[in-house]
C-alpha cells in the first residue's frame, strides 16, 4: 500500500478545512462561526484525513464509526458522548478520536472551555476503566486539536495572579504555549494516549506548524496504531469472552446499553440485555419518584430524561440537534426508525391537565397552549425541510426525513394536580377524547409515558428464556 505522506496530506486537509470554512461563512453565517468546534464540511476534511491514517495502519475501514455516541458505564457523565471517530473490534471501542478547532476572536474562553471538555472526556475513561480487569483494555483516546497562528494566540501574555503559585515560565505564555503544556501534561500522565496539536494561519498567508514535535502528526498516528494493538492484545488475552466481560460490567450499578455492544454470542447477548433490562426499570422507578415530588418541573424533568430515547418507545434509534430549524429549539427531536422526525415538548409535572366547563371536563388552556406551540413546529418542519434536508446532509453529513413530522406533548401527571371530584380514570377519558381530534400530534401524560415503559421492560425481562 503507497504510504501517506503525512506533511502534504495535512496540509491538504487544512487547506480544505479553511475554504471550507469560508465558503460556509460567506454562503451560511452560522456553519463557519468563529470558534465553533465542528464546522460541516470543513471538519469532514479532517475525518478523511484520520481514516486514511487508521487505514493504512491497519484498521479495517469497517471498523471505524463517524460521529458516534459511546456510553461509559462508570463515567462521571449521565449521558452518552459522541465522538467524531470510534473503532470498534467485534463490537468492543479500541479507539476514539476528536477533532477539535478553535479560531478567533474569542481565543481565551474558547480554549477554556474546549480544555474542559477535554478533562471532562479523559475522567470519564479513567473512572469507567479504573477496574483492574478492564484498565488494559481502555480504548486509545485521541485529539487532533487545530489552533488558529495568529498574532493573539502566538503573543506572550502574564496570566492574571491567582492564589495557587505559578513558575515563572509557566505565568508568561502565549495561548498557543500553554495549550503545548496542558497537551504534553495530559499525554505524561496518562489521560489522553495520542495528542496531535497543529497551528495554521489562514489564507493568503497559509502555513501549518507543528508546535512541539511530541505532538505532530507523525508520533500522533504512530501511538494511536500502538495503542489499538496493545488494547487488540489485552483483550486476547484476557481470558474474558464476551459472555464473561458483560457479566463483568453487569457488576456495575451504572451500567447502560454499551453492554449490547459488548457481546457476540447469544449467552452474552441474553446476560446483557438481561442487565439493560434491570437498569432501564431503575431509571423508570426514579422518573416516577421524581415525577411526584413537589419541587420538580419541566426543566428537571428534562435533565433527567436525558437522551434515554427509548422511554418514549422502540420505534425511535435517537435524539437530533435541538435546533434544526432556524428560531425553533425542541425539547426532544426523536429520530425514527425510518429517518422521520418526532418532536416532544416537555411540561412540567405540574402543569393542569383537564378543568370544568358547562358539566363537562376539557384540557386544560396549559394543553392547548403546549399543542399550538408543537403545531408551529411542524409547520416549520413543513415549510423549511426541503431546503434544511439538502443543506444539512451537505454541510452536516446527517439526513432526516422532513416531510410530515409528528409530534407529542409530555405535561401533566394526574397525581400530581388534583381536580376536586375528578378521578384518573376521567382525566385519561378526557385527555383520550382530544387525542381523538389531533392527527400528527398526541398528549401524554407523565404516568401514561412511565407506565408504558415499565410494561414493556416486565415483558422483556419476563420473556421465556431469561
Not at 139 to 164: K, M, N, Y
Amino acid at each position: 500500500m503507497r504510504r501517506l505522506d503525512d506533511q502534504h496530506a495535512v496540509e491538504q486537509a487544512m487547506r480544505e478545512l479553511w475554504e471550507a470554512r469560508s465558503a460556509s461563512r460567506e454562503g451560511l453565517g452560522w456553519a463557519g462561526a468563529a470558534g465553533s468546534v465542528h464546522t460541516g464540511s470543513a471538519h469532514r476534511a479532517l475525518v478523511r484525513l484520520l481514516v486514511d491514517m487508521l487505514v493504512e495502519r491497519g484498521v479495517d475501514r469497517a471498523a471505524i464509526h463517524l460521529d458516534a455516541p459511546l456510553d461509559l458505564p462508570g463515567g462521571y457523565r449521565p449521558t452518552s458522548r459522541r465522538w467524531d471517530l470510534i473503532v470498534l473490534d467485534e463490537g468492543i471501542p479500541v479507539a476514539v478520536i476528536d477533532i477539535m478547532v478553535s479560531t478567533g476572536p474569542s481565543f481565551g474562553n474558547n480554549l477554556n472551555n474546549r480544555i474542559g471538555e477535554i478533562l471532562g472526556a479523559a475522567a470519564d475513561f479513567a473512572r469507567a476503566y479504573d477496574q483492574d480487569r478492564t484498565r488494559a483494555m481502555k480504548p486509545c483516546v485521541g485529539l487532533f486539536f487545530v489552533l488558529e497562528d495568529s498574532d493573539e494566540t502566538s503573543r506572550p501574555r502574564r496570566r492574571r495572579p491567582g492564589v495557587a503559585f505559578t513558575s515563572g515560565d509557566d505565568n508568561v505564555l502565549s495561548h498557543q504555549g500553554r495549550l503545548t503544556e496542558f497537551f504534553r501534561r495530559m499525554l505524561g500522565d496518562g489521560m489522553y494516549d495520542a495528542i496531535c496539536y497543529l497551528a495554521s494561519r489562514r489564507p493568503p498567508d497559509f502555513s501549518v506548524t507543528e508546535p512541539h514535535p511530541d505532538l505532530g502528526f507523525a508520533p500522533f498516528s504512530q501511538a494511536v496504531a500502538t495503542r489499538i494493538g496493545q488494547v487488540k492484545e489485552a483483550r486476547a488475552g484476557s481470558g474474558f469472552d464476551s459472555v464473561g466481560f458483560g457479566m463483568m460490567l453487569a457488576q456495575r450499578d451504572d451500567v447502560d446499553e454499551v453492554l449490547s455492544g459488548l457481546t457476540s454470542t447469544p449467552e452474552g447477548l441474553s446476560a446483557a440485555e438481561a442487565a439493560i433490562i434491570r437498569h432501564r426499570r431503575a431509571v423508570v422507578a426514579e422518573l416516577r419518584v421524581l415525577a411526584l415530588d413537589p419541587e420538580a418541573n419541566e426543566t428537571k424533568m428534562q435533565a433527567a430524561i436525558g437522551d434515554r430515547y427509548w422511554l418514549f418507545g422502540g420505534q425511535y434509534v435517537g435524539i437530533a440537534r435541538r435546533t434544526l430549524v432556524p428560531l425553533d429549539q425542541y425539547d426532544i427531536p426523536l429520530i425514527s426508525a425510518d429517518g422521520s422526525l418526532h418532536i416532544v415538548e416537555l411540561k412540567g409535572p405540574e402543569s393542569r391537565l383537564v378543568r370544568s366547563h358547562r358539566n363537562h371536563l376539557i384540557v386544560a388552556n396549559e394543553v392547548h397552549e403546549a399543542v399550538s406551540q408543537c403545531l408551529n413546529y411542524l409547520r416549520s418542519l413543513d415549510e423549511t425541510g426541503a431546503t434544511l434536508q439538502t443543506l444539512q446532509r451537505n454541510e452536516l453529513g446527517v439526513e432526516y426525513d422532513y416531510r410530515r413530522g409528528r409530534g407529542t406533548v409530555l405535561i401533566g401527571h394526574p397525581d400530581r394536580v388534583a381536580v376536586p371530584g375528578v378521578t384518573r380514570g376521567q382525566i385519561d377519558q378526557t385527555i383520550r377524547s382530544y387525542n381523538a381530534h389531533l392527527s400528527r400530534i398526541q398528549i401524554l401524560t407523565y404516568a401514561d409515558l412511565l407506565d408504558s415503559a415499565e410494561r414493556a421492560l416486565r415483558f422483556e425481562a419476563e420473556r421465556p428464556g431469561r
